[in-house]
């Protein structure tokens, strides 16, 4: 049973994996940007992409793991949850940790032709495991706060 505050925030389902080959991963970060925390960050930040089931898309933020393809890009964007209330939210950087595991990500740009949007480049070849990393948001109120969000990256096929 969910708490009251996450009953219903319309998430769109997603597609389920293996659809499509050789597709993009879209990643979005919806931020509860009136009750984000510190503390609180794994219960208001809510993580979903495109590629992963549905199912998996309602986990805490550090249990997502976004599926890639090699030689194709992932993309990052973040909004409020409650967009009507004026505050932004934006992707800063994606940072991989030290501790990160498989390396699937060959490089993280800022994507030129979309404000607010990091582009990675996955490796052109097979990478076993998990890669592990931070997303650093800025939610834009009165006063700016940045919070470190920690999911992970697989490869499939």
């Known amino acids: 049973v969910l708490p009251d505050h996450l009953k219903n925030i319309n998430v769109s389902p997603a597609t389920k994996p293996h659809v499509a080959a050789e597709k993009d991963t879209n990643v979005l970060l919806r931020v509860d940007t009136e009750n984000i925390t510190e503390e609180t960050k794994d219960e208001f930040v809510f993580i979903s992409d495109d590629r992963s089931d549905a199912s998996d898309n309602s986990s805490s933020p550090s249990e997502h793991i976004a599926l890639v393809e090699k030689n194709m890009k992932i ?19 994606i940072f991989r940790k030290p501790e990160g595991g498989s390396e699937i990500l060959e490089g993280v740009f800022r994507d030129p032709n979309k404000d607010g949007i990091i582009m990675g480049k996955i490796k052109n070849k097979k990478v076993e495991g998990m890669e592990y990393y931070n997303i650093m948001i800025r939610v834009n109120s009165e006063t700016p706060k940045t919070f470190l969000i920690d999911p992970k990256i697989k490869m499939i096929n």
């Open 75 to 93: 993309y990052w964007r973040a909004e409020a949850l409650e967009p009507q209330s004026g505050i932004t939210v934006d992707v800063l950087g």
